[in-house]
Antibody
Framework: QVQLRESGPGLVKPSETLSLTCTVS????????WTWIRQPPGKELEWIGY???????HYSPSLKSRVTISVDTSKNQFSLKLTSVTAADTAVYYC?????????????WGQGTLVTVSS | DIQMTQSPSSLSASVGDRVTITCRAS??????LHWYQQKPGKAPKILIF???SLQGGVASRFSGSGSGTDFTLTISSLQPEDFATYYC?????????FGQGTKLEIK
């Protein structure tokens, strides 16, 4: 059974960098697309981007200038970095598996981690 | 970017009711449309993929239909565990996008 778990600081100061890691168990991170999605409190879901083929990436244009997704295949983990954060980046951040190809839906998801941007 | 619009935004219904939620895309997305259920404090869970395919392990009272720009999620007979928020998501083109959600509440 594939499981994903997010980890990282729950509080980040404005203008600093948000860094999260997703640990994957039960599947090899060398396959599929590995995705970050976020959900501001009380709002809808927002796709951030994905990494696949152990290094190729694709980001949402609205975040592209500030986002980096990377992978550590030796640890079966992938990571998110979001620079120059503001209060608008406060959200629950989810990692998820995207089967890729023409099957770009998300399953399973991690449990999510709340990141608050505040001084 | 493709905009996804769900209706209604909220819905009150009773156990046993038949419920339909609608999702409309701002352009044709074929059947690249998926439905999720989210309960408070939990991650979304896939229910229906490719507009009408039921994910394994999901109750058969859930069904999806549609293609092009208009899609529906139907719950044939509401159960207590179905009260949640439902989201549609398009994967026709990036950036992938979600609807704003439909909150299904107990009447």
């Amino acid at each position: 059974q594939v499981q994903l778990r997010e980890s990282g600081p729950g509080l980040v100061k404005p203008s600093e960098t948000l860094s999260l890691t997703c640990t994957v168990s039960g599947d090899s991170i060398g396959f599929y697309y590995w995705t970050w999605i976020r959900q501001p409190p009380g709002k809808e879901l927002e796709w951030i981007g994905y990494i696949y083929n152990s290094g190729s990436t694709h980001y949402s244009p609205s975040l592209k200038s500030r986002v980096t997704i990377s992978v550590d295949t030796s640890k079966n983990q992938f990571s998110l970095k979001l620079t120059s954060v503001t209060a608008a980046d406060t959200a629950v951040y989810y990692c998820a598996r995207d089967l890729g190809g023409s099957s770009n839906w998300f399953d399973p998801w991690g449990q999510g981690t709340l990141v608050t941007v505040s001084s | 970017d493709i905009q996804m619009t769900q209706s209604p935004s909220s819905l009150s219904a009773s156990v046993g009711d038949r419920v339909t939620i609608t999702c409309r895309a701002s352009q044709s997305i074929s059947t690249y449309l998926h439905w999720y259920q989210q309960k408070p404090g939990k991650a979304p869970k896939i229910l229906i993929f490719a507009a009408s395919s039921l994910q394994g392990g999901v109750a058969s009272r859930f069904s999806g239909s549609g293609s092009g720009t208009d899609f529906t999620l139907t719950i044939s007979s509401l159960q207590p565990e179905d009260f949640a928020t439902y989201y549609c998501q398009q994967s026709y083109s990036t950036p992938y996008s979600f609807g704003q959600g439909t909150k299904l509440e107990i009447k």
